[in-house]
Every structure is written in C-alpha cells, then in structure tokens.
T-cell receptor
Framework: QKEVEQNSGPLSVPEGAIASLNCTYS??????FFWYRQYSGKSPELIMS????GDKEDGRFTAQLNKASQYVSLLIRDSQPSDSATYLC????????????FGSGTRLQVQP | NAGVTQTPKFRILKIGQSMTLQCAQD?????MYWYRQDPGMGLKLIYY???????DKGEVPNGYNVSRSTTEDFPLRLELAAPSQTSVYFC?????????????FGQGTRLTVV
C-alpha cells in the first residue's frame, strides 16, 4: 500500500463545474495535510493546508479532511481552464513529522 | 526575499560525471529537503536536513550525498552520474512544527544523464 494514494487521472471537467480530487493516506497518526498545484514544467505551489477534521474554504477551493477514514479531498468550484494542472496531495506523517510525503498527483483538465 | 533558489536550471551530464546541485533559502528555515520527480510521478524524498550539521536519508538516497554547513545552503552531490538519475530535482524548505508549516519549493533543476 502506498503511503499517499491519488488517482492519476486525467480528471476532465467542463468549465464552471466542480472538480473533486481525492487522496487517501496510510499513517493514521498523520496530522498535517497539503494540496499543491503543479503546472507542467514548474515547481509545486501550495493551494491549501488543513489540520483538523472538516472543511476549510479559501476562495474557490475547499479542502476536506476525514481522519477516521484517512482521506483528504480538494474541491474546486467554478473550475477554470487555468486550473488545469497536476494536483499533489502531501502528508506530514506522525513519525518524526519531518518530511512531507507526496502522492503521485491527479492531472486535472478543465475543458473550455 | 528570494525564497528558495536552485542552480543550475538545466544540466546535461555524461555517465560517470559528477556535479553539485545548489540550493539556498533566505527564509531562515531549519528544515530543508531534496526531492526528485520522474515524469508523471510524484516527488520522492532523497535527503533532508533539520538544521546545520544534521542530515538524514529519505526514500531514494543511493547515488547522492548532501551536506548542511549553514542554515541557508543545502547542496546535493551526484558522484557518478547514471541514466537512472535523469529527473527533475526540487529543493524545498519549511519551518518545524505541525501547523503553518508548508514547504516552499525552488524552481527545480532538470538533469539529463546520457
């Protein structure tokens, strides 16, 4: 079992729709969770961080965390073509809490 | 405030050559990391450091070495380049802690070994 799992996609949604990206993790003691966006050929940039169960909203983005089920998701409302990128889920594991572990990413395509 | 700066941006190496990838951060972050990203894949941790003079191996350390003599700099050394080391390398840094502790990334170094 991978430590952080994501569906590789591509996830294709029409412009204006809601995109839903999911991530599961194996370390039950993980405390901190991050969503990074990575455009092709560029470095990852932080979109959202979440530390407590429930929802966290920031503009068009909502991160959801369910520690009991060990999953974290990212919702993008009113998707735009500029949202087309790979979204990386990252987890700060309980052990040592020193390095982020990344999933392999989900490629999102927003169709105009 | 430049954040995390990596040099060079691109490099082509011949098999068996050596090189050092440079990484510097000006945010006074204690924790620094080197990741590699192969095409279509996520980031894999090579080495990390929690402070000057302290380094530790990540998931894929073979073929690499690091040093951390200052808080700002964390160079990655490839001693005998192999085709399997063709990848994009990212340096990152963050503050210790459990919250408000996102990692900031450099622009990456694209390395090709031929």
């Amino acid at each position: 079992q991978k430590e952080v799992e994501q569906n590789s996609g591509p996830l294709s949604v029409p412009e204006g729709a809601i995109a839903s990206l999911n991530c599961t993790y194996s370390d039950r003691g993980s405390q901190s969770f991050f969503w990074y966006r990575q455009y092709s050929g560029k470095s990852p940039e932080l979109i959202m961080s979440i530390y407590s169960n429930g929802d966290k909203e920031d503009g068009r983005f909502t991160a959801q965390l369910n520690k009991a089920s060990q999953y974290v998701s990212l919702l993008i409302r009113d998707s735009q073509p500029s949202d087309s990128a790979t979204y990386l889920c990252a987890v700060l594991k309980d052990t040592g809490r020193r390095a982020l572990t990344f999933g392999s990413g989900t490629r999102l395509q927003v169709q105009p | 405030n430049a954040g995390v700066t990596q040099t060079p941006k691109f490099r082509i190496l011949k098999i068996g050559q050596s090189m050092t990838l440079q990484c510097a951060q000006d945010m006074n972050h204690n924790y620094m990391y080197w990741y590699r990203q192969d095409p279509g894949m996520g980031l894999k941790l090579i080495y990390y450091s929690v402070g000057a003079g302290i380094t530790d191996k990540g998931e894929v350390p073979n073929g690499y070495n690091v040093s951390r003599s200052t808080t700002e700099d964390f160079p990655l050394r490839l001693e005998l380049a192999a085709p399997s080391q063709t990848s994009v390398y990212f340096c990152a840094s963050r503050t210790p802690g459990e919250t408000n502790t996102e990692a900031f990334f450099g622009q990456g170094t694209r390395l090709t070994v031929v």
